[in-house]
């Protein structure tokens, strides 16, 4: 008999993928305010509240039965900033009412990557 490990593998590069992505955001939203700012531009829909976002790497405790926030209006920066681009929503198969135009996302990382930045407003 041949052991197939490959579920068990998928899932635990899975689960291992939403530990990198959590602290990708903490750091992005506490630290980097020019890609948040742009992204956010970049971000069309809306959050239908279906609380998949609270169920990467870990169930959050202040998760309840309904999928309601428990903290909603003290929830943290990076639960009010979810997603912040094209990389959380990979992690939720496409589950999430928000999404990203493909192109402009590419050209504001490449933007930032090259060092040119966005027109200040007078
Ligand atoms: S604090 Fe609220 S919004 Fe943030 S992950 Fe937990 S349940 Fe979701
Ligand atoms: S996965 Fe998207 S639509 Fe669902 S609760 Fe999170 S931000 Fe809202």
């Known amino acids: ?9 998928h899932r635990l590069r899975r689960w291992a ?3 990198v ?8 939203s506490h630290f980097d305010h020019e890609y948040m700012e742009r992204m956010k531009a970049m971000r069309e829909g809306d959050c239908h509240r279906c ?6 790497f870990f169930q959050c405790p202040h998760l309840d039965g309904e999928n309601h926030c428990t903290i909603y209006d003290r ?7 979810f997603p912040i681009d094209h990389r959380d ?3 939720l198969a496409g589950i999430c009412g928000y ?17 040119v930045h966005p027109p200040r407003e007078a």
């Open 99 to 115: 999404q990203f135009n493909p192109s402009a996302a590419a050209l504001v990382r490449r933007q930032m990557a090259e060092g």
């Open 21 to 28: 992505g959590k602290v990708r955001r903490y750091y992005l």
């Open 17 to 19: 993928r939403g530990g």
């Open 51 to 56: 609380g998949y976002c609270c169920r990467i």
């Open 75 to 81: 929830r943290y920066l990076q639960c009010r900033t």
């Open 89 to 91: 929503l990979s992690e």
């Open 1 to 9: 008999m041949v052991l197939d490990v490959r579920g068990p593998i």
